[in-house]
């Protein structure tokens, strides 16, 4: 009995020892190389079809900025506004693969995306829905006039020679164009009392009713639908320099203007992204190093970006202009506590790193949270050695000496053609300078901060999602009548969220494919080493308790 005892005991440790190597070794390294395998893009694999076609639909949440006293902001007053919304969309995403790498390693593709509104997720908001806004195309057109005049006057030079012999005071205009014709100033550069330049102004001025339609102020009375995706018109039938003006328009080649049916033009938040996608992706599959799977190589068949200022050594690439990083629909596998990773946004034209804030659980999967930090709006100049984007390219605007915006706004003017601003929703964690002047924002961090959930062993996300607000400045500019009496503020527009919630059969499919195997080799684990130590303690205790016991006398 005794000598079974030690035996039991032996086997029991050997037991523990198995456990142990199982949990600690053998299972890591097998769960390491099946999520490996599996997170590789191979033409035909499973994850190639989830690559192409997402399993399920982004959300895609729009919250509008209304504006309460549009009269009275005309006559200096600062804004009132009520966020209305949020007017949700199912955004679906769908790959067209142009072709792999010779050596499998990366893949080369077109997005097509495409919006379905969700009536039930946005009641009691439609699409019908009234609602009075910022004037996005007029004020833009205005800021770009005043700080691009020669590319406008060289637009009217080819465009306007035979119609502008006709028209009164054009000589005048003509011997403008040819003083300035290749300088790059902006209107106030050139000097607010230039006689030439006053009387274009004044034809601009007298032209901007034709244009867009006689606005009484820079806000637009629209609805959801057209100021989000089918277009706000504008250029209808016009005559003359406003004919003329509509064409620069339409050839700066603005993606969020299009040319309508009967020759207007419409301007939208997103109708160009609704439908056929222009940029060429190309990132890693996985091949080779999983870690850097879905990591974006090149955009447009370019390394970098050529949007925010370079070093000044030829050659040299900024920080800036760096692409790094997934698209954010995944995530590289692996993720440890206290890391960062970064995604990349084509609609902000730049890298954002997220870096690990804590622990968390969605509906039974485990997970890490990452959050933006300080570097990404906050902590922008020549301090905190990211002055490139500091573009500069806004004239008589709230800013700082030395160009850069004030902290949690971005000047996205060189990236979208346009003056558009960047914050977070609400303005949150931005200066003072901006907050102060606009009335009706409610900054949460709960609600405004940009998240996301993710699967620590594979990098799926769970839920979360980048959340941004645009914004333009409405300022006074010379000699044009509708903005005379404007105060300069930083004027929000719209916020939108862009993300995604694990829906519950994605759940189902990923508790089966991964969470419970990981559950059962955990119990494995626990219970060949639990098991195997306590049989081996209570073979042990059994024999030392024998080995204490007095020997019986033989029966004679």
């Known amino acids: 009995m005794l000598h079974w005892s030690l035996i039991v005991s032996a086997l029991g440790v050997i037991i523990a020892g198995l456990g142990g190597y199982c949990g ?19 033409d035909g694999s499973e994850q190639y079809k989830r690559f192409v076609n997402l399993p399920q639909p982004l959300n895609f949440k729009v919250y509008i900025f209304n504006v309460t006293n549009p009269e009275m902001i005309q006559h200096g007053a600062i804004p009132i506004v009520e966020e209305i919304g949020p007017y949700v969309y199912k955004q679906y995403r769908q790959k067209k693969v142009k072709h792999f790498s010779r050596d499998g390693s990366k893949i080369t593709y077109v997005q097509n995306v495409h919006f379905d509104f969700d009536e039930d997720a946005s009641a009691p908001y439609t699409q019908s829905d009234h609602i009075v806004a910022l004037n996005m195309h007029m004020n833009a057109f205005l800021q770009v006039f005043e700080r691009e005049i020669t590319d406008i006057l ?7 020679n035979s119609r502008l012999n006709r028209t009164p005071g054009v000589r005048v205009l003509k011997r403008l164009m040819e003083r300035i014709r290749g300088k790059r100033k902006s209107v106030l550069q050139i000097g607010e009392n230039d006689p030439g330049l006053a009387l274009l102004l004044v034809h601009l001025n007298a032209n901007l009713k034709a244009v867009f339609n006689d606005p009484r102020s820079m806000f637009v009375h629209t609805s959801v639908r057209e100021y989000l995706f089918d277009g706000v018109r504008f250029c209808i039938n016009p005559q003359g320099i406003a004919k003329a003006i509509c064409n620069q328009i339409k050839d700066s080649g603005s993606k969020t203007i299009r040319e309508q049916s009967d020759g207007s033009l419409a301007f939208s938040f997103f109708g160009h992204k609704n439908g056929s996608g222009h940029e060429v992706y190309e990132v890693h599959t996985g091949k080779g190093d999983a870690m850097k799977v879905l990591e974006i190589q090149k955009l447009d068949d370019s390394h970098n970006l050529q949007v925010w200022l370079n070093g000044s050594n030829e050659g040299e690439t900024s920080v800036c202009n760096q692409i790094n990083g997934t698209d954010a629909s995944s995530y590289p596998p692996f993720r440890q506590r206290g890391d960062s990773m970064y995604i990349f946004s084509a609609d902000i034209c730049r890298s954002v790193q997220l870096f690990y804030q804590s622990d968390i659980q969605y509906q039974g999967i485990p997970g890490f949270r990452y959050s933006i930090g300080e570097n990404f709006i906050n902590d922008i100049g020549p301090e905190h050695d990211n002055e490139c984007f500091c573009v500069d390219k806004l004239a008589n605007v709230i800013k700082r000496k030395n160009g850069c915006l004030y902290a949690g706004a971005l000047d996205l003017t060189t990236c979208l053609d346009a003056p558009v601003i960047l914050t977070l929703p609400h303005m949150l964690g931005a200066s003072n300078e901006y907050r102060k002047m606009i009335r009706g924002l409610k900054p949460d961090a709960k609600k405004h901060q940009t998240f996301v959930d993710v699967q620590s062993l594979t990098g799926t996300p769970l839920q979360g999602g980048k959340r941004v607000q645009f914004n333009m400045f409405l300022k006074s500019i010379n000699r044009i009548t509708i903005t005379e009496n404007l105060t300069t503020v930083l004027m929000p527009a719209i916020w939108v969220e862009e993300g995604i919630q694990l829906n519950g059969e994605m ?19 626990w219970a060949g080493l639990c098991g195997g130590l306590g049989v081996a303690a209570m073979s042990l205790i059994y024999y030392i308790y024998q080995r204490g016991r007095p020997e019986e006398a033989p029966v004679k």
């Open 24 to 42: 600690w070794s053998l299972f890591p390294t097998m769960i390491h190389k099946k999520v490996e395998q599996s997170v590789i893009i191979s």
């Open 154 to 160: 060289q637009g009217f030079a080819n465009r306007l």
């Open 507 to 525: 759940v189902k499919f990923f508790k089966k494919k991964l969470i419970n195997t990981l559950k059962t080799l955990d119990i494995v684990h």
